[in-house]
């Protein structure tokens, strides 16, 4: 303390700025430092827009990495599953258009043995949030205490709930800072992001879905390998054991993008039906995180197709208020989409689709915004369908019919029909694994 009575800082902002700026590394006390100052608001905000946009520019160092994550951790709590049962698993998508995955994924991996906590956030921007679809069950409630959360686990074996205040705050003061200063598409920032949080969060293993396409963060492979392999490197150094699949986000999962119609889709998978693409990337994800949690022994498809899935399911949103056999809302307007011509779809944008859900009332455009439950995108035909002019290919929801002009103008030249007989080349769901 000085004599005026100021706490003396370690170092002045305006110094590890320039550093970054001029390409210098960044020792590990300026780090600690500009992390801890940050959080106590004694570095500014705008000094650490400029920091991100020095980092967004010039990039970090594996040392640079691995120590800002870690300054991040340490900037709030720590959760502490060691006293369950059962071992823990947890699942991060890096977000896209129609990811409901979490929804049927956490009931299947819980009757698999595994326990699952699965701290999840509300959508912004085109991609949507898990807790904002949850929210369209009647009744069912985001906000769980730890203690709520940690006997939920014990008892049904999944939770999927807002992720505490306590978690990671530097992180929640800098992702809010990103999103308004052109900073979030950076590799350094995105995994010491998601890493701290789940590293904080205290899982035994984690399964990364990081997506590549059109809908995702990462439109190109090499980008998003970059980012599966930074964040497998802090997960592993930390000792959770983590593995990343790269899966496909150029179309969007699934035949739903919306609240509520999203978890329809995510029921009729626990009951065995379900569009292929999300059955196959659920399975997926389920194998590794029950083999990162050493259950290996069970196959998640038997819990799926016996039904115990199912019953995890409706035994998770009844401990959080929700009915899971009350029905679900739905929009007061729709309209469709017709195919202008017959022939092969051989591409649907995901981004297009995102975007024209999120206009409709999905998503929000800023956080305090209200989303609409019933709100989003049917798709009635995914590439490779054979189409007929004047037959539906999507259906459009809405409570506000005038929201309807803006959606379509986002799906102009969002898909795309070639003559029939033609073979459009199809990526598979999981592209590549990365551990
Ligand atoms: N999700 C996060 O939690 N952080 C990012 O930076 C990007 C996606």
Redesign the pocket.
Known sequence: MGEDGHVSEAFDAVDVISAKRDREELSDAQIDWVIDAYTRGVVAEEQMSALAMAIYLNGMGPREIARWADAMIRSGERLDFSGLSRPTSDK?S??GVGDKITLPLAPIVAACGVAVPQLS?RGLGHTGGTLDKLESIPGWRASLSNEEMLAQLEDVGAVICAAGTGLAPA?KKL?AL?DVTGT?S?VP??????MS?KIAEGTGSLVLDVKVGSGA?MKELGQARELAETMVRLGTDAGVKTVALLTNMETPLGLTAGNALEVRESVEVLEGGGPPDVVELTLALAREMVAGAGRDDVDPADVLADGRAMDVWRRMIRAQGGDPDAPLPTARETHLVLAPADGVLVQLDALAVGVAAWRLGAGRARKEDPVQAGAGVEIHAKPGAVVRGGEPLLTLHTDEPERFDRALESLEGGFLIAPEGSRPDLPPIVIERVS
């Open positions: 991060h890096t977000g956030g992180d992702y990103r979030v950076c920032l995105i995994a010491t992001s998601i949080k963060f």
